[in-house]
């Protein structure tokens, strides 16, 4: 079956784009928050990406996976009727706390009503040891995602209150899987018709790539990814792994950094986050080599109108226009969503 799409509620530049009619199952990708790295802008939500499988009839909601946690995380799926007790799984590029934090909240409201299970599946990278000799542990982060609600009494006096709740708090409601490094994409997840493969990128120790695949269609999760090389003399910014991942994939989700905060304009912004990152115009010409039909930015660097990234001001607030320029430029045609926090598309299978 061959997949088909249309957007919903998205920030978009559109090329030949159809209404596609009911069909029997479908995948959803929302962008549950687009806000790049620490800083805040006009309440923009934490990283984050929710990938729901289902059939028309039930919105495309029989599994629902969210990749990355960030700021705000609950409240963004409160928008769009999706309750704590419904998320199937998550799944973390990496433990940045931008893309991680929202898990507390998230599994908080889920103890607080749902201890009775199911348990969610978590799944991420192994723990992995940094050049500067630390280590990167989503175990240890999900072990101790309720440590802060346990020391300052807040589970006693919730289990005071009802006792059924788990006696462990949030951490007790989390089902940890990890896969080690990989340079080849390799199943992690599987529920029914639907597929996660992930691959180990670039970006800090322990980052991974996710791809979904589903009879309606298939989806990329970049996350943070960048290339190898740390710096320049380099072909591209962009992950050779990613672009392994996404060949032939519906859908592309990926961080962007916009050229405009490089080391050769005027912002200040430090060379070597800027080079672990993937610009927009990189991203625009991994997407045409790979065969992805549809580009959506996110986490993007700056945020559109922002007169700064943090401290780091810009000559001038950038627009969509800016960014879906720079995807042109990469030799990208297809479509690009410029990602506003709880922009959406759906791909159908008929």
Same mark, same amino acid.
């Given at each position: ?15 030949? @784009? ?7 199952? #479908?995948? $959803? ?15 923009? *939500? ?18 629902? @996976? ?35 934090? +929202?898990? *507390? ?32 542990? #989503? ?8 440590? *802060?609600?346990?020391?300052? +009494? $807040? ?18 409601? @989390? ?29 800090? /120790? ?18 943070? *990814? ?38 050769? +304009? ?62 042109? $430029? ?12 709880? /922009? ?7």
């Amino acid at each position: 079956m061959l997949p088909k799409f249309t957007i919903i509620a998205a920030t978009t530049a559109l090329m030949g @784009l159809g209404t596609v009619a009911s069909a029997e199952s #479908c995948l $959803e990708v929302t962008l549950t928050g687009t806000q790049g790295g620490p800083p805040v802008f006009q309440g923009q *939500a934490g990283s984050g990406t929710l990938v729901t499988y289902g059939t028309q009839e039930n919105k495309c909601r029989d599994v629902l @996976l969210q990749f990355d946690t960030g700021r705000g995380t609950t409240q963004q799926l409160s928008k769009i009727g999706v309750p704590a007790g419904k998320v199937t799984a998550v799944f973390f590029t990496h433990i940045h706390s931008d893309h991680s934090e +929202g898990l *507390a909240d998230l599994m908080q409201l889920r103890w607080h009503f749902n201890s009775g299970g199911p348990k969610v599946d978590v799944v991420c990278h192994q723990d992995a040891k940094s050049g500067a000799g630390h280590t990167m542990s #989503c175990e240890k982060f999900a072990a101790h995602i309720g440590d *802060a609600l346990i020391h300052s +009494g $807040e589970m006693a006096q919730r289990l005071a209150e009802n006792p059924k709740r788990l006696p462990g708090g949030p951490a007790d409601l @989390l089902n940890v899987s990890t896969f080690g490094p990989s340079q080849a994409p390799a199943v992690v997840w599987e529920k029914g018709d639907v597929t996660v493969s992930a691959i180990s990128s670039r970006h800090v /120790a322990g980052h991974a790539s996710y791809r979904v695949d589903t009879p309606a269609g298939s989806v990329v999760i970049g996350g943070d *990814a960048g290339n190898d090389a740390a710096a320049p003399p380099r072909d591209t910014s962009t992950s050779s792994q990613v672009e392994l991942l996404a060949k032939d994939a519906d859908i592309l989700v990926h961080s962007v950094i916009h050229p405009v905060m490089g080391p050769l +304009g005027t912002t200040g912004f430090p060379p070597p986050i800027y080079y672990r990152q993937s610009t927009a115009t990189d991203l625009g010409s991994l997407a045409a080599r790979a065969g992805i039909d549809n580009l959506m930015y996110t986490h993007l660097i700056p945020p559109l109108g922002a007169p700064r990234q943090g401290p780091y001001p810009l000559p001038a607030p950038l627009t969509a226009d800016d960014y879906v320029g720079s995807a042109r $430029e990469g030799g990208f045609e297809g479509n690009v969503v410029v990602g506003a926090d709880l /922009a959406k598309l759906r791909l159908t299978a008929e």
